[in-house]
């Protein structure tokens, strides 16, 4: 059974740092594509990251580019979300998921995804 577990949110001041941390089981993590979505309160869920499997290319949403920073470590079989400089916009459950497949490119098109972690909340506040 793919598994999918979130950690590292928390409370954070404006201009801080976190790292999420998506654990798999079940799965190697190389072999999917991950991606990264967040849902801010009364906002629909949002595609923010995602790394291939085949070739470890990644993909930032705009919102995000040259603050965030995905990679994949698959000896831990987890992939991390490195988030700097945050702002409070960026408050909401992050939430991570695997492909359907092994050959999917990254995209932030939710159906492409099968299997989804339980989401960690994240709130930017000072």
């Known amino acids: 059974q793919l598994q999918l577990v979130e950690s590292g949110g928390g409370l954070v001041q404006p201009g801080g740092s976190l790292r999420l941390s998506c654990a798999a089981s079940?799965?190697?993590?190389?072999?999917?594509?991950i991606g990264w979505f967040r849902q801010a309160p009364g906002k629909e869920r949002e595609g923010i990251s995602c790394?291939?499997?085949?070739?470890?290319?990644?993909i930032y949403a705009d919102s995000v580019k040259g603050r965030f920073t995905i990679s994949r470590d698959n000896a831990k079989n987890t992939v991390y979300l490195q988030m700097n400089s945050l702002k409070p916009e960026d408050t909401a459950v992050y939430y991570c998921?695997?492909?359907?497949?092994?050959?999917?490119?990254?995209?932030?098109?939710?159906?492409?995804?099968?299997?989804w972690g339980q989401g960690t909340q994240v709130t930017v506040s000072s």
């Open positions: 998921a695997a492909s359907r497949g092994s050959y999917y490119y990254c995209s932030y098109d939710e159906n492409s995804f099968g299997s």
């Open positions: 079940g799965f190697a993590v190389d072999r999917y594509a």
């Open positions: 790394i291939r499997n085949l070739d470890g290319s990644t």
